[in-house]
């Protein structure tokens, strides 16, 4: 290899060359210029090996200059900040910059697995599905490892990101989706009507194309022309530029997907500065300047490094003022083969010949390649020799003679295909166009046009004159007058094609796709196997399924199975293009939403306390909600459960409910909104008392519970479980807008309003008469058991108690504005401490429910009825209500159903668990024996062991039953007793004390 | 996708949360043919590919239900209506339905 050799033209590119970067590649040090990307750096050092491909391990040099490249995939930056398979020709160089070639081992020049193109007979197309079948378990062990070794991309990083994505929103008036000069000329057009426009491009500089071609527009060069039209479109405060950034996706009513590439780069984001920012870009009209991509010609060994697109030579060339290679030979089906010769001449470069696949040479090409002294052959490149790079081309010529030619460089163009996935993303179907031989945009989404070489038209003229008609036209579809503005004018030039696509009778393999490594004998035996369709192919070979989409494999993938199968290309079909057209980071797509921000969190009233204390938090839905309180000296949380609970029920606890949702209900017709949400009757409920209620859904399972309190005459508040919340709340509002939207009635959500904590034990009622303001009576015979009541408390602050109880203790639920939540919160837990109470988590509470046999989330788990769980008899008969009808389904009132009921563990010392399924004592563990399951289990610090809630067919009948508790997950086989699903006190004489 | 709510104006699709068909209206629960009826209205969907006007509500909006016409085969919004106006004209309540036409 040519290292050290310098490639670099002595003038010319839009490189800085007084800002020189140096930057690394497998460990070696090189040097490049500003304005250079990683690819640029590397030719213009005579780095032409840089990468292996993916399934036969075959060395790869850099086939173009944009996001197309399907080869130079590297490895970017080290650690944590390591980035797989980046495009080294999009890359931008920066001063540190640190590649590394990926899927190679030990080295790129030397690759053991290259053996792999030796054995590629069971590598060919569908190996995956003929070579690895038998037996199974050689699969697992030894195939997967194998070819996961073998064919691979880079590696992920291995550590967090340190990096910050963001996400934006924009509006416009018109989106441009490219910078070349359709888009520029469209921008300035829609810009100058006073429309609000987003011009987005890949690159860095805008111009596309034309930074890359030596073109006069206006009497400036093509690259003065984009700085003058860069500049003035800066200037519009109605403009926003976003270069370096990919408009990857188009979506449903005029939104559009691009990810800026704020930060790559530079070696380490600026701080406060993100990596990356993904815009979501809502626009009223887009144009489609996306440009166009050029394609390769199919031959032996046409992947060798040293065979690169015509264009990107004459990228390489004019901008960035590198020579790709010594000695060219350029291949070509259209008249781009003029404008490569002649830039390769003007660059110094040694033209050994020009093969153009077309029977007789145009004039104008003819005269020039004399003029310059090209040698002109009318044939093909059958192969190239040179395994780590090109050394020479063996060509055949059209009246059947060979002949070999020495060379390092070939510029191949098969022609250019219109880069028109944003017109395919919603389903629209390109239309074949037989004049450029290629896919065009076909029907357009509503608001998008395209224009220029996206559009098919590849003369500049005509991407000039497109691109400013589309602009005037986008801006005054968006009401605002576009002054007529002159077209720029540029000189002529030549774009014929005849259509070429694969060069027959290579005994070297032939690249169709090159990411992916399809080669011609793949689509044909493909072919041969019956995978005649488009998609068949596709899958069968992977063709179009790596990172890079087959940009420059599909159309001549699509052109040889039509040859094989004897139809056209359209009617052989295309492959339909999805989001996103370049790979976009899935940071990106996260932005913010990591780690502990990937949803909101909730904090309830008592968070900051909870925090001070050391308590343990749980996350319940978005809530962070307090589980237990740890004390010093209790071994583990069991302990600490234990303690809380026993507080409870022998003097007093606290507890933040909070969480549960809260609705309030007003106006006349309140109470026959609530009958027809709820399955029992309230319509007796007094002012100033609370019922428990059950709703359901409409197919009579149990949807959520809670209760309701009555605070007015048409004031209802009602409070759903913590999990329902938000779907209860919907349902209230679609039956109030759309049910019965003759009811008046209105309801809010009030749950975070509302700070709200329950007072449980029998030392409660002393507790809240030092909060609850002296005016107001709690005593048991004028606010007994449902009480609810609003009041004051602590010297004035509203306030609302409910007697309500959820452990069958003496109990009730205090509510106060949520901004005096923290305040009471430690009020209660100081008064509490003073009578010998705690603070209790949701731990606690739980346990205390299944001590009392309440159904939770766990039994209202969408599959049950009321009743399963045993509620049957709260149904009212006197009204209807959501679910009556399809809750008396045969299916749903079947006295076999699984019912609620409770278990103890036969041996006591026996742990219980949710989930074990319960089998007849003496049944065989079967699932056609399967009787129901456990839904709820806590060890009992009331009864001293582990209990149980659970459905068990026909439950309520089998009282005093043994039954097997039978969990296969955890290996574990216990004899539980039948009981009664309430452990204490039965008859509720506490709850009313 | 965006919604143009007839409350709040184009909003984009994360503020809303989808129900379903909104051509299916709850049958008469005291009718002798409830059970029958009711098993349609819970059950049984037209899923056509074409327009559909479907309930959406503006869940981080304003919290009206909402009738939205879509197109399903190309997801373009045909229509918004305030559901309960649809509601109350359906019953012939009263009250004209407030619309905005995306
Ligand atoms: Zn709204």
């Known amino acids: 290899m040519s290292r050290g050799t310098s490639y670099r033209l002595a003038n010319g590119g839009a490189i800085d060359r007084s800002r020189p970067l140096s930057f690394s590649f497998d460990g070696h040090d090189y040097t490049g210029f500003a304005g250079d990307t990683l690819a640029s750096a590397l030719l213009a050092n005579g780095v032409r090996l840089v990468a292996r491909s993916f399934k036969y391990h075959r060395p790869r040099g850099i086939l173009s200059a944009g996001s197309e490249e399907p080869n130079a995939l590297v490895e970017l930056r080290a650690g944590a900040r390591r980035e797989p398979n980046t495009r080294a020709t999009t890359a931008e160089l920066y001063d540190g910059l640190d590649a590394l070639s990926q899927n190679r081992w030990p080295s790129l020049a030397f690759d053991i697995l290259a053996v792999n193109s030796l054995a590629s007979p069971i590598f060919v197309a569908g190996f995956y599905y003929k070579t690895f079948m038998w037996p199974a378990a050689f699969w697992e062990k030894l195939y997967e490892p194998m070819i996961r070794r073998a064919a691979g991309l880079g590696r992920a990083a291995d550590a967090p990101d340190p990096d910050t994505y963001e996400k934006v929103t924009a509006f416009c008036d018109v989106l441009v989706v490219g910078g070349g000069p359709a888009g520029l000329t469209a921008a300035r057009a829609a810009a100058r009507s006073g429309a609000r426009v987003v011009l987005a491009d890949e690159s860095f500089a805008l111009g596309g194309r034309l930074l890359a071609e030596r073109r006069t527009i206006d009497q400036m060069s093509g690259v003065e022309w984009c700085s003058s039209m860069t500049n003035e479109l800066a200037a519009y405060d109605n403009v926003r530029l976003l270069p370096r950034t990919t408009v990857f996706g188009a979506y449903d009513s005029g939104t559009y997907g691009a990810v800026e590439r704020v930060s790559d780069h530079v070696a380490v984001p600026p701080d406060g500065t993100p990596r990356q920012r993904l815009w979501r870009i809502v626009a009223k009209r887009t144009i489609v300047t996306a440009g166009a991509t050029e394609r390769p010609i199919v031959f032996g060994n046409n992947d060798r490094p040293g065979v690169m697109l015509a264009g990107a030579v004459r990228t390489y060339i004019n901008r960035f003022g590198v020579a790709p290679g010594r000695r060219t030979v350029v291949f070509a089906n259209n008249d781009d083969g003029c404008a490569t010769i002649a830039d390769l001449a003007a660059a110094g470069i040694d033209v050994a010949a020009l093969v153009d696949t077309r029977s007789a040479t145009p004039r104008h090409i003819a005269d020039l390649a004399a003029r310059l002294g090209v040698r002109a052959i009318n044939g093909v490149i059958t192969d190239v020799e040179g395994r780590h790079g090109v050394k020479r081309a063996r060509i055949r010529t059209t009246d059947g003679a060979s002949l070999v030619v020495d060379c390092d460089l070939v510029a191949v163009s098969g022609g250019w295909n219109p880069n028109i996935q944003m017109t395919t993303h919603l389903n629209g179907k390109p239309r074949w166009n037989d004049a450029i031989s290629a896919f065009t945009p076909g029907d357009l989404p509503k608001g998008m046009s395209v224009a220029g070489a996206a559009a098919g038209e590849f003369s500049l003229t005509a991407c000039l004159a497109q691109g400013t008609r589309a602009g005037a036209a986008a801006a005054a579809a968006t009401g605002f007058d576009a002054e007529p503005i002159d077209v720029p004018t540029t000189g002529d030039e030549h774009v014929a094609i005849s259509a070429f696509w694969h060069v027959e009778g290579s005994r070297h393999k032939a690249l169709v796709d090159f990411q992916n490594d399809v080669t011609a004998a793949d689509v044909a035996l493909a072919e041969r196997e019956g995978f005649r369709s488009v998609e068949h192919l596709k899958r069968y070979t992977t063709l179009g399924m790596a990172t890079d989409q087959g940009r420059t494999a599909n159309v001549n993938a699509l052109a040889i199975l039509a040859k094989l199968t004897g139809k056209s290309i359209p009617e052989t079909g295309m492959t339909t293009a999805r989001p996103p057209f370049t790979p976009v980071a899935l940071g990106a797509f996260a932005g913010h939403h990591r780690g502990h921000d990937f949803k909101p969190s909730r904090l309830p009233p008592s968070y900051d306390w909870t925090r001070e204390q050391g308590g343990i938090l749980v996350e319940t839905g978005l809530w962070m909600r307090p589980a237990y309180f740890p004390r010093a000296g209790e071994r583990d949380w069991l302990d600490t459960v234990k303690r809380e609970v026993e507080t409870v029920r022998r003097k007093v606890g606290i507890c933040d409910v909070s969480t549960l949702g809260k609705i309030d209900v007003q106006g006349p017709d309140s109470i026959a909104l609530i009958e027809r949400l709820y399955m029992n009757g309230m319509t007796t409920l007094k002012v100033g008392r609370a019922r428990y209620g059950v709703m359901l859904r409409e197919d009579g399972m149990v949807m959520d519970d809670g209760t309701v309190a009555r605070l007015g005459e048409h004031h209802y508040f009602i409070t759903t479980t913590t999990a329902n919340a938000a779907k209860v709340y919907q349902h209230m509002q679609l039956a109030r807008q759309w049910l019965w939207p003759e009811l008046d009635v209105e309801l809010a959500s009030a749950t975070e309003q509302w700070a709200q904590y329950a007072v449980a034990g029998p030392r409660s009622r002393d507790l809240l008469s030092s909060i609850v303001d002296p005016v107001f009576d709690i005593r048991d015979a004028t606010f007994p058991y449902l009480a609810a009541a609003e009041l004051t408390c602590c010297g004035g602050v509203k306030a609302r108690l409910y007697r309500l109880s959820f452990s069958g203790e003496l109990a009730y639920e205090i509510a106060v504005p949520a901004r005096y939540g923290d305040a009471l919160w430690r009020r209660l837990v100081d008064d509490a401490h003073a009578l010998g109470g705690c603070a209790y988590g949701s731990e606690a509470l739980g346990v205390m429910r299944i001590e009392k046999g309440h159904v939770s989330g766990p039994e209202l788990n969408g599959t049950t009825t009321p009743s399963d769980i045993g509620l049957g008899s709260m149904a009212s008969k006197k009204k209807d209500y959501i679910g009556r009808v399809l809750g008396g389904r045969l299916g749903l009132t079947d006295a076999e159903r699984p019912t609620l009921v409770g278990f103890k563990p036969l041996d006591r010392a026996k742990r219980l668990r949710a989930g074990a399924h319960f089998i007849a004592r003496n049944a065989e563990a079967t699932a056609a024996n399967d009787e129901g399951y456990m839904t709820s289990a806590a060890f009992s610090p009331s009864l001293g062991h582990w209990i149980g809630l659970g459905l068990l067919r026909r439950g309520p009948q089998r009282l005093g039953e043994v039954v097997r508790a039978f969990d296969p997950l955890r290996n574990e086989d216990n004899l539980v007793e039948v009981v009664s699903p309430v452990f204490i006190d039965p008859e509720g004489a506490r709850l009313r004390a | ?102």
Request: contains cysteine.
């Open chain 2, 1 to 102: 996708m965006r919604l143009a709510c007839p409350c709040c104006g184009e909003r984009s699709l994360d503020e809303f949360t989808f129900l379903g068909d909104a051509s299916v209206t709850r049958p008469d629960p005291s009718a002798d043919d409830a059970a029958g009826a009711f098993h349609a209205y819970a059950y049984l969907r037209r899923n056509a590919a074409g327009p559909s006007d479907e309930l959406w509500f503006h869940n981080t909006g304003c919290h009206a239900w909402l009738v939205v016409t879509r197109d399903t085969r190309t997801h373009e919004i045909l229509g918004v209506r305030l559901a309960q106006d649809v509601a109350l004209a359906r019953t012939g309540n009263r009250k004209d339905v407030r619309e905005t036409s995306a």
